[in-house]
């Protein structure tokens, strides 16, 4: 069963339990805060993201949130920080901020692209019809805005992980 959380204003939890629809387990999902139940991947192959977002903040919260999901996670501040990271190790997925010091999100994903078929999702408050068209033609898959929706980008993730899986 699935345990539910909530909290009155002095701070005190209670507990309820309830059911999962039909065909949903309650080990596929985690507790990432108190209100929030997170899809859990369900092969247990670890996929590495390679996360590249200049905001430390974002950063840091993009990774905690993505390592719940159950994938190891990579870092860089930078497209040119990435491109070391990947030469060094590789990743299943890409997932970058468009405006970067440096190259920008969709420069790199011309760059990771040219060597290598690995996805890319990009993430920005700044999406302008150019922009799109530039992402599109670089190859990347996805685009999300900022700021973003955790369950989009959690699904965004499963769909294009597992399409790697079929190839």
């Known amino acids: 069963m699935a345990e539910n959380r909530s ?4 701070g005190s939890s209670g507990i309820s339990f309830g059911a999962f629809p039909e065909g949903v387990s309650d080990h ?11 899809p859990q991947p369900l092969n247990s192959t670890t996929k590495t993201i390679l996360i590249v ?3 430390e903040l974002f950063r840091k919260s993009l990774v ?31 997932l970058t901020d468009l405006q970067l010091p440096g190259l920008n999100g969709i420069e790199l994903a011309k760059a990771v692209r040219s060597s290598e078929d690995i ?6 408050g700044f999406l302008s019809d150019e922009k799109r068209g530039a992402a ?4 990347i898959e996805i685009l999300l805005r900022k700021p973003a929706d955790l369950m989009q980008l959690a699904a965004k993730l499963d769909e294009l992980l597992a399409e790697g899986e079929r190839v």
């Open 7 to 10: 909290h009155n204003r002095s």
């Open 119 to 124: 996805p890319v999702i990009l993430i920005s």
């Open 53 to 55: 977002e200049d905001d």
């Open 136 to 139: 599109k033609e670089a190859g």
């Open 64 to 94: 905690t949130f993505i390592r719940s999901l159950g994938y190891t996670v990579l870092t860089a501040d930078s497209a040119e920080r990435a491109l070391e990271k990947l030469a060094e190790r590789t990743a299943d997925l890409v």
């Open 28 to 38: 596929c999902f985690t507790i990432v805060s108190e209100v929030i139940l997170v």
